[in-house]
């Protein structure tokens, strides 16, 4: 049971260099989730996305886009890497539901911009 | 939007002792709080949730409370062992899904043997 799976695992950018973070889940979850965490800080929202085709903004999304073409796949794209944004990126799904609304995470991907 | 705030940012405790992370949120309509575990280097994982119908829940060495008026909930693990050191995360939300799902800045546990 793999759960969610992020790739890859770390990266070193140079400014202005562009890359997209995978993320994808088999859980059959409708919710995915992209968050940052900087050092000594929580989790930051950046997007969203409550179904294949349907994404958006969350606290933090400047400098970051997304897509949802199918419900297993959710990658995060930085076009020009800035040193702000070196950071922890988590990639999370859930199942909306009432009853089961527990966030499943990915490993993490560490980003550093140089 | 929802302004949650978490402390203290460290705590260490003897191993055996109990240990209290609070938790404070700003929007009244909040009405789903869990709580993460954080090992090091791993992924957040979510240890026990409370919903706001609900003022106390236990799970074994781990209780959550909530105070709704007050709006303020905490986390208590008791006779902690060295494995429950980690850094431990609250949030806030008031959707049945995690897309506003507000984190807490963290609480660095370290349990001393």
């Known amino acids: 049971n793999a759960g969610v799976t992020q790739t890859p695992k770390f990266r070193i950018l140079k400014i202005g260099q562009s890359m997209t973070l995978q993320c994808t889940q088999d859980m059959n979850h409708n919710y995915m989730y992209w968050y940052r965490q900087d050092p000594g800080m929580g989790l930051k929202l950046i997007y969203y996305s409550v179904g294949a085709g349907i994404t958006d903004k969350g606290e933090v999304p400047n400098g970051y886009n997304v897509s949802r073409s199918t419900t297993e796949d959710f990658p995060l794209r930085l076009e020009l890497a800035a040193p702000s944004q070196t950071s922890v990126y988590f990639c999370a799904s859930s199942y909306s539901r009432q009853s089961n609304t527990e966030a499943f995470f990915g490993q993490g991907t560490r980003l550093t911009v140089v | ?113």
Do not use: M
């Open chain 2, 1 to 113: 939007g929802e302004n949650v705030e978490q402390h203290p940012s460290t705590l260490s405790v003897q191993e055996g002792d109990s240990a209290v992370i609070k938790c404070t949120y700003s929007d009244s309509a909040s009405n789903y709080f869990p709580w993460y575990k954080q090992e090091l280097g791993k992924r957040p994982q979510l240890i026990i949730d409370i919903r706001s119908n609900v003022g106390e829940k236990k799970d074994q060495r781990i209780a959550v409370t909530l105070n709704k008026t007050a709006k303020h909930f905490s986390l208590h693990i008791t006779e902690t062992q060295p494995e429950d050191s980690a850094v431990y995360f609250c949030a806030a939300s008031w959707a049945a899904g995690a897309n506003n799902l507000f984190f807490g800045t963290g609480t660095r546990l370290t349990v001393i043997p």
